[in-house]
Nanobody, 122 residues
Framework: QEQLVESGGGLVQPGGSLKLTCTTP????????WAWFRQTPGLDREFVAA???????FYSEAVKDRFTISRDYHKNTVYLQMNTLSPEDTAVYYC????????????????WGQGTQVTVSS
């Protein structure tokens, strides 16, 4: 199974920004839809943002207008720019991908990373 690798997490103050990166080191990898999900202890993993091969992107209401997902086709890399962060954004963020068109449903995604911790705290 392809392994995705996330990076860029860390500790940031409320109102700050972070940029997460998701890559596929090693083998060539082609995906139609890439997404970011997040999970806090005791809660289900939730959808954050996704971007399709066409470039169309969509977001959860919780992050819309604050987060931006983008992809670099040549580098096979996906990014999540997170602005105006609040403590409620604290979670482990996971990158996911699938070879076909997908939406917000977690079970649609074939490939996952190990996650990167984002902590928003003063």
């Amino acid at each position: 199974q392809e392994q995705l690798v996330e990076s860029g997490g860390g500790l940031v103050q409320p109102g700050g920004s972070l940029k997460l990166t998701c890559t596929t080191p090693g083998r060539a990898f082609s995906a139609n839809t890439w997404a970011w999900f997040r999970q806090t202890p005791g809660l289900d993993r939730e959808f954050v943002a996704a971007i399709k091969f066409s470039g169309d992107s969509f977001y959860s209401e919780a992050v819309k207008d604050r987060f931006t997902i983008s992809r670099d086709y040549h580098k096979n890399t996906v990014y999540l720019q997170m602005n105006t962060l609040s403590p409620e954004d604290t979670a482990v963020y996971y990158c996911a991908a699938v070879s076909r068109t997908a939406n917000v449903t977690l079970s649609q995604y074939q490939f996952w990373g190990q996650g990167t911790q984002v902590t928003v705290s003063s």
